[in-house]
T-cell receptor, first 113, second 114 residues
């Protein structure tokens, strides 16, 4: 069964600190992996999209890495801000049905002053 | 562009009533997705369309759910009859292509079935 597992489930850090969120998947055949940020009460917003041939992708203070061999991805947030408090969702798409995706349960990040 | 537009933003109804959720995708996008989000199950894809044609509806929970896309700028998700377990936030998203296409989500409709 295709699965996407994220860790930790929740994380609290102080403003200005860095953090790394993990995503392990068993989806196969793999098409692409996306990281979304979802603020409370709003729809998810795409942060990065990576295909199997890409190892890293950055979007400002957000950097995603992908190891297609071990089927692991991470999202690194640098110099966290209060506005980074949100849920971060990892989504993996199938190669055979690129419109269909498997969603992780998300990591809830809280940045405290 | 105003982004993906969904209406209503909040809907409270009683069990057994018909509920219709509406979505206007971003102009020019050829894919439209309907998702449901709950605390227990997270985000789930219900159905998606390509060029107004339903491609995969395997995520639709049961026959009480139906979705249509009569034209490129409008889609509906209907629940008839509604049940309390349908209470969730329903998101619509659109994209141009899906292989590398970024999906843009609407603000969601929070549905409460009493």
């Amino acid at each position: 069964k295709n699965q996407v597992e994220q860790s930790p489930q929740s994380l609290i850090i102080l403003e200005g600190k860095n953090c790394t969120l993990q995503c392990n998947y068993t989806v196969s055949p793999f098409s692409n992996l996306r990281w979304y940020k979802q603020d409370t009460g709003r729809g998810p917003v795409s942060l990065t999209i990576m295909t199997f041939s890409e190892n890293t992708k950055s979007n400002g203070r957000y950097t995603a890495t992908l190891d297609a061999d071990t089927k692991q991805s991470s999202l690194h947030i640098t110099a966290s801000q209060l506005s980074d408090s949100a849920s971060y969702i990892c989504v993996v798409s199938l190669n055979t049905n690129a419109g269909k995706s498997t969603f992780g349960d998300g990591t809830t990040l809280t940045v405290k002053p | 562009d105003a982004g993906v537009i969904q209406s209503p933003r909040h809907e409270v109804t009683e069990m057994g009533q018909e509920v219709t959720l509406r979505c206007k995708p971003i102009s020019g996008h050829d894919y439209l997705f309907w998702y449901r989000q709950t605390m227990m199950r997270g985000l789930e894809l219900l159905i998606y369309f390509n060029n107004n044609v339903p491609i995969d509806d395997s995520g639709m929970p049961e026959d009480r759910f139906s979705a249509k896309m009569p034209n490129a700028s409008f889609s509906t998700l209907k629940i008839q009859p509604s049940e309390p377990r349908d209470s969730a936030v329903y998101f619509c998203a659109s994209s141009y292509g899906t292989y590398r296409g970024e999906q843009f989500f609407g603000p969601g409709t929070r549905l409460t079935v009493l």
